[in-house]
């Protein structure tokens, strides 16, 4: 099966889930492979997570604003604005994250920078339909990688949780006992 050339529009949406997946490999390698904490790619990553999210929001616009170029699409129309309801949703918060992402916005918003910025993995999954309902069925070249990528983006995130969950799960009484020191008869 041969797959078409993707269209500079889907390059750009490819571009911009590449840098995306980037912003969370640190978190979730640190998570699920706590050996690679002190190893230099993730750690890069980690300095680096703001400019390549404000790259991977930059990529998110351009590809929505030549898709709708190309498509002539009515966003006035109910119908039209729900078949890219995803697409919608996730560049509105990739919007919040962009503008949000410095320390100015983290010095102002305190504790609420970061519940605003959990939003990330609702956009995560949010992405997740996106490509699959917008690919499915006209396969570009970018088409397999991207689903491969984000499947390994939320794969590594539900890993995250369970292992957060399973750490969570001590009961506070089991904790404390093992706090405890025990006394020489």
């Known amino acids: ?24 490999l640190p978190t979730l390698l ?4 706590p050996q690679t904490k002190q190893t230099e790619i993730p750690k890069w990553l980690l300095l680096q997570r703001r400019l390549i999210g404000i790259l991977a929001f930059l990529f998110a616009v351009g590809h929505g604003v ?12 109910v119908t039209t604005a729900w078949v890219y309801i995803q697409g919608i949703c996730t560049l509105l918060i990739f919007t919040l994250l962009a503008v949000t992402s410095n320390d100015w916005s983290v010095k102002k918003l305190k504790k609420h920078w970061k519940q ?24 570009t070249q970018v088409t397999p990688i991207s689903l491969i990528l984000i499947g390994l983006i939320d794969g590594l995130f539900i890993w ?19 706090a405890k020191p025990t006394k020489p008869n």
């Open 116 to 139: 605003l910025h959990q939003l990330t993995y609702l956009a995560m999954f949010l992405l997740t339909w996106h490509v699959l309902d917008k690919m499915m069925g006209h396969w």
């Open 66 to 77: 030549l898709l709708i170029k190309k498509r002539n699409i009515d966003f006035s129309d």
């Open 160 to 178: 995250r949780r369970w292992i957060e969950c399973r750490g969570s799960a001590k009961t506070p009484a089991a904790q404390s006992m093992s």
């Open 30 to 33: 640190r998570i699920v492979f």
């Open 1 to 24: 099966m041969a797959l078409d050339v993707a269209p500079l529009s889907n390059q750009l949406g490819f571009f911009s889930l590449i840098c995306y997946c980037l912003t969370l």
